[in-house]
């Protein structure tokens, strides 16, 4: 079994790499989005929940995504959370995910956690300059999640930027591959190859 780490800042191209390995190796491959376990919000106010820090590692339920990790690894199945970006909550309902050889975890912050860091056979960073990034993200933000443009510059510049720095970048240099851009995803996929060989 071969589990991959997809890491990188918001908007550097995790989520489009992701799907060229998960096209490449379609019936062999499962895929987990750290996006999925954002903490359930719920008990807060509307104003409560959009003025938290969903950069900061403690907004991931990462014991509930290490133990599904591990599930998956261990061959059982899971039941992934699904969370409501508009209202900054769990849905009532959950996504099926059963195991295969390939097991590929997304998402910004996953190599922070060294738990979870110590579980990847691959760990892929995508290191592209942050004004691509800031503006892809504006774009996504706007068009996925019908959010303002003020809002996302000042969510970028109070949380997301200065978390990157804090919390992101130096993962990179724990890092098999760094990437400076998502096209580059032959190596990745090369890689894959000669590991399941």
């Known amino acids: ?6 890491a990188g800042g918001s908007g550097s191209g995790k989520t489009f790499l992701t799907k060229k390995i998960f096209r ?6 499962v895929v987990i989005h750290q996006d999925s376990y954002y903490k359930d919000l719920s008990h807060l106010s509307m104003k409560e929940r959009i003025s938290n820090n969903f950069d900061h590692p403690n907004s991931i339920d990462i014991r509930l ?4 990790v591990k599930t998956l690894i261990n061959g059982e199945s899971i039941l992934q959370p699904i969370y409501d970006f508009s209202n900054h909550t769990r849905k009532q309902k959950y996504l099926t995910i059963t195991p295969n050889p390939i097991i ?6 996953i190599f922070h956690f060294k738990e979870l860091a110590n579980l990847f056979s691959l760990k892929i960073f995508l290191d592209v300059d942050s004004d691509i990034r800031f503006i892809r993200r504006l774009k996504r933000d706007v068009k996925e999640r019908k959010r303002q443009v ?12 200065p978390m990157h720095e804090l919390f992101v970048e130096k993962t990179k240099y724990n890092s098999d ?20 060989i």
């Open 1 to 6: 079994m071969l589990i991959i780490g997809i």
């Open 24 to 29: 490449s190796f379609k019936t062999r491959c």
């Open 65 to 68: 995504l290490i133990k599904d």
């Open 104 to 109: 590929i975890v997304e998402g910004v912050l």
């Open 150 to 161: 003020k809002d996302i510059c000042k969510q970028y510049l109070n949380s997301v930027k």
């Open 177 to 196: 591959i760094v990437l400076k851009n998502q096209y580059d995803y032959n190596l990745v996929l090369d890689t894959i190859k000669n590991n399941l």
